[in-house]
C-alpha cells in the first residue's frame, strides 16, 4: 500500500508560478511510477505528467508540454510538479498517483493509488 498526499496549490495569477508536491509514504521502495492528474468541474480527468521509477523518464500532456516539469526526490519520497506561465484553463483539482511499474503510464485507469488532490485557481 501507498499513501499520496498533495500539497501546495493555491490561487495565482496567469502566467505565474506554482510547484506542487506530493509526499508517499508506505511502500516506498519500490519501482514506482508517479503521475499527476487534474480535474476541473463538469470535466473528466485528464493527464499531466509522469515520471518513472527512477526519474530518468518523463512524460507530458500535450497541454502543458513546455511550461510544466516533473521530478523527484526518492530520499524524501516526494515528487513535484513545477508549473510556470500557468493559465486560466490550469485551473482544477491536481490529483498524485502511484502504480508498481517500470513504464510511465498516462491513463487514469492504470494508476493504482490517489492522494486527495489539491485545489490550483489560475485568475485572469
Known amino acids: 500500500q501507498v499513501q499520496l498526499v498533495e500539497s501546495g496549490g493555491g490561487l495565482v495569477q496567469a502566467g505565474g508560478s506554482l510547484r506542487l508536491s506530493c509526499v508517499a509514504s508506505?511502500?516506498?521502495?519500490?519501482?514506482?511510477?508517479m503521475g499527476w492528474f487534474r480535474q476541473a468541474p463538469g470535466k473528466e480527468r485528464e493527464f499531466v505528467a509522469a515520471?518513472?521509477?527512477?526519474?530518468?523518464?518523463?512524460n507530458f500532456g500535450d497541454l502543458v508540454k513546455g511550461r510544466f516539469t516533473i521530478s523527484r526526490d526518492h530520499a524524501k519520497s516526494t515528487v513535484y510538479l513545477q508549473m510556470n506561465s500557468l493559465k486560466p484553463d490550469d485551473t482544477g483539482v491536481y490529483y498524485c498517483?502511484?502504480?508498481?511499474?517500470?513504464?510511465?503510464?498516462?491513463?487514469?485507469?492504470?494508476?493504482?493509488?490517489w492522494g486527495q488532490g489539491t485545489q490550483v485557481t489560475v485568475s485572469s
Open positions: 508506505g511502500r516506498t521502495g519500490s519501482t514506482y511510477a
Open positions: 515520471i518513472n521509477w527512477s526519474g530518468g523518464s518523463t
Open positions: 498517483a502511484a502504480v508498481l511499474t517500470v513504464g510511465i503510464p498516462y491513463t487514469t485507469g492504470e494508476y493504482d493509488y
